[in-house]
T-cell receptor, first 116, second 114 residues
Framework: DTGVSQNPRHKITKRGQNVTFRCDPI?????LYWYRQTLGQGPEFLTY????????KSRLLSDRFSAERPKGSFSTLEIQRTEQGDSAMYLC??????????????FGEGSWLTVV | TQLLEQSPQFLSIQEGENLTVYCNSS?????LQWYRQEPGEGPVLLVT?????EVKKLKRLTFQFGDARKDSSLHITAAQPGDTGLYLC??????????????FGQGTILTVHP
């Protein structure tokens, strides 16, 4: 399978602990995105990378959140000192940067986080 | 901030009925995508529309992008229980550092009863 891969798929953690999610994008894609989705809502943009450069961060991404894409391939999203409000599904997506093509973005299956 | 208003939020119909989901904005998008999402899974791309007025068909699903590229619709003919899911529209902007970032509607939860 050559789609976007995320792990772990599910994570239950105690409040105050740190968690890290990993995303492996489609191999030819140079753009990588992180979104957050809560139940019954559409995904909300968190941040995105072009190659290894982090080009935009949402106001939703507080100081406790950090994302990296060190070699322009896989990415990690770390949440420090988790809070119950962080409980959500964290989605990774990837695409080509192709200005004239409609820039189709493909999503992974998501990583569910439950903070207890 | 660009917003996408999706309606209706919930749709419960019988198998065989037709339905239309709407996605509206006051902003212009360079492209618009429709996704279907099942519980606990990520969104799966159905279609991307790029040109104003464009119509695309995918079996029983018909997608239309408004002439002004501010709105879109998804029409399903003869709905089946397998169509049940969350349908999401999402727009992308051209230009600048926001290029490619998706703005999602809040979704339409469709339930098709046998």
């Amino acid at each position: 399978d050559t789609g976007v891969s995320q792990n772990p798929r599910h994570k239950i953690t105690k409040r105050g602990q740190n968690v890290t999610f990993r995303c492996d994008p489609i191999s030819e894609h140079n753009r990588l995105y992180w979104y957050r989705q809560t139940l019954g809502q559409g995904p909300e943009f968190l941040t995105y990378f072009q190659n290894e450069a982090q080009l935009e961060k949402s106001r939703l991404l507080s100081d406790r959140f950090s994302a990296e894409r060190p070699k322009g391939s896989f990415s990690t999203l770390e949440i420090q000192r988790t809070e119950q409000g962080d409980s959500a599904m964290y989605l990774c997506a990837s695409s080509f940067s192709a200005p004239l093509s409609g820039n189709t973005i493909y999503f992974g299956e998501g990583s569910w986080l439950t903070v207890v | 901030t660009q917003l996408l208003e999706q309606s209706p939020q919930f749709l419960s119909i019988q198998e065989g009925e037709n339905l239309t989901v709407y996605c509206n904005s006051s902003s212009v998008f360079s492209s618009l995508q429709w996704y279907r999402q099942e519980p606990g899974e990520g969104p799966v791309l159905l279609v991307t529309v790029v040109t104003g007025g464009e119509v695309k068909k995918l079996k029983r699903l018909t997608f239309q992008f408004g002439d002004a590229r501010k709105d879109s619709s998804l029409h399903i003919t003869a709905a089946q229980p397998g169509d049940t899911g969350l349908y999401l529209c999402a727009g992308t902007n051209a230009g600048g550092t926001s290029y490619g970032k998706l703005t999602f509607g809040q979704g339409t939860i469709l339930t098709v009863h046998p």
